[in-house]
């Protein structure tokens, strides 16, 4: 099973908004609605954002939103913040009762 | 409040085996499979496998298969991950999780595991 494909890094200005992407397949991303994001930031366990594609904890703020497309899925925060800064994964159920990530993509808020 | 709870840092050398364990709290044990995910040093996050703790039932990542083993002891409300033949490769910090079952998503504090002759 490959990773889902993520890009190493995004940026972006206080106040903006930014998307991380998630590619995988028909056998994971898209063929089931099992894909969840996750931050981290350094030395800390993963935070669950989104679960099961679009939908936020409580207490995730409402700036962080899921989607997906097919085979890839989408993390949106808007209205970014200092504190946003840290790494971002995703992961997907697989057709193989297995789990995958994404290579991570780490956000800096310039 | 739910908690997992890992054992402490091991350090092994090269071809040794490591058992870690995650004992969970405030929830029911058997309702919620517990994954391992692994993370070396500057590396992202890589899932191992899962158990099922109502049935003993697992599903390893093929990358593992014939090197991990994942077992529980209900009566403790622990599950245990024993890695063998260590290599340099599996340094990393190990997490236990009940992750992929909605809200219902926690995270153990994470186990350093250090391979080094």
Redesign the interface.
Known sequence: QSALTQPASVSGSPGQSITISCTGTSSDVGGFNYVYWYQQHPGKAPKLMIYEVSNRPSGVPDRFSGSKSGNTASLTISGLQAEDEADYYCSSYTSSSTWVFGGGTKLTVL | QVQLVQSGAEERKPGASVRVSCKASGYTFRDYYI?W?RQAPGQ????M??INPNSGGT?Y??KFQGRVTMTRDTSLSTAYMELSRLRSDDTAVY?C?T??A??V?Y????TLVTVSS
Request: charged share 15%; no cysteine; glycine share 22%.
């Open positions: 994954h995910v992202g996050l890589e899932w496998g899962w599903k990542a093929q997490y999780a992750m992929g909605a809200t998503d995270w153990g504090q994470g």
